[in-house]
């Protein structure tokens, strides 16, 4: 069985150590490194082969937005997916770490359990991204969009619109598959190609491109 490689970046050495413990305890599992920095992560991101950071926002040298930004930036770190730490109610810029490359985040106080279950999530390549606190936060912060870096929705099939939009509001392929009348494989077909029509990197990006572009308007 493969083993997910999975890389700690945070400033405090006992939250890295706490986590290195939990994941290290998981069959599917193992830490490949821990980073103190931002920079650290980066290079660390590249030298150990990772397939998910686990990215604190808050610190020093290089925050984790800019080492987000450098990680998804790089070709050779194509595979490489990152998820993101947040204290949520002090934290404004996730939606800037999604924006940077981010394929979800977490917050800091999730149980043991959430967090590996998140890592296997990001890692296959979906969206951490919960329906009800992924609304109000993006409501939140999503006050002055930026233009969207892929492109619009306004290309996509109703149908497709429609999936977006559930999309956005943190559905799975299953609960979209049931709101819509689908098959769960006719859903994942419709991300998949929703995901390549709008260059998206993963389903946090559609989130963004979503909101961003009035699809879904933050609070409705």
């Known amino acids: 069985m493969s083993l997910i490689r999975v890389l700690l970046a945070d400033d405090q050495t006992l939250v890295r150590a ?39 926002l808050r610190m020093p040298d290089l925050d984790g937005i800019a080492a987000t930004r450098l990680i998804a930036a790089d070709e050779d770190l194509a595979g490489v997916r990152v998820l ?18 981010a394929s979800g985040f977490l917050v800091k106080d999730t149980r043991p ?6 890592i296997r999530m990001v890692t296959a390549g979906d969206a951490l991204l919960s329906p009800g606190p992924t609304a109000r936060l993006i409501a939140r912060v999503l ?33 979209i598959a049931e709101s819509l009348g689908l098959s769960p494989l006719t859903a994942k077909t419709h991300v998949s190609r929703i995901m390549g029509r709008l260059d998206a990197r993963d389903r946090a990006q559609l989130v963004i491109i979503a909101y961003e572009s009035g699809l879904v308007v933050p609070g409705s």
């Open 18 to 56: 706490a986590f290195a413990m939990l994941i290290g305890s998981a069959p599917d599992m193992e830490v490949v490194g821990e980073a103190g920095t931002g920079r650290e992560a980066v290079a660390l991101a590249r030298s150990a082969r990772a397939d998910l950071v686990v990215m604190d």
């Open 84 to 101: 993101v730490l947040t204290t949520y109610d002090t934290d404004d810029h996730v939606v800037d770490a999604l924006r940077a490359g």
């Open 113 to 118: 359990a959430d967090l590996l279950d998140a």
């Open 143 to 175: 006050r002055s969009p930026e233009p969207p870096a892929t492109g619009g929705p306004d290309g996509l099939s109703d149908r497709e619109r429609q999936v977006l939009a559930l999309v956005a509001r943190g559905l799975n392929n299953t609960e």
